[in-house]
C-alpha cells in the first residue's frame, strides 16, 4: 500500500519539489543508505571478532 502511494503520487512530489529537491532527496537518501550499510558490515567484524 505505501509503495503503491509513493508510486501514485511521484509526479505530484516531482512538481512541489522541483529538479533540484528531487536531487537533494536523492543524495541524502544514499548517504543514509551508504551509513546503514556500514554499520552492518561494522557489526558483522565485530560478531566475527567476538567468536574467534
Do not use: Y
Not at 7 to 15: D, E, I, Q
Amino acid at each position: 500500500m505505501c509503495t503503491w502511494a509513493a508510486m501514485r503520487f511521484a509526479g505530484v512530489v516531482h512538481r512541489v519539489l522541483k529538479d533540484s529537491g528531487v536531487t537533494l532527496v536523492t543524495r541524502i537518501a544514499g548517504v543514509l543508505l551508504a551509513a546503514i550499510a556500514t554499520q552492518m558490515i561494522a557489526n558483522g567484524v565485530i560478531e566475527f571478532v567476538r567468536t574467534v
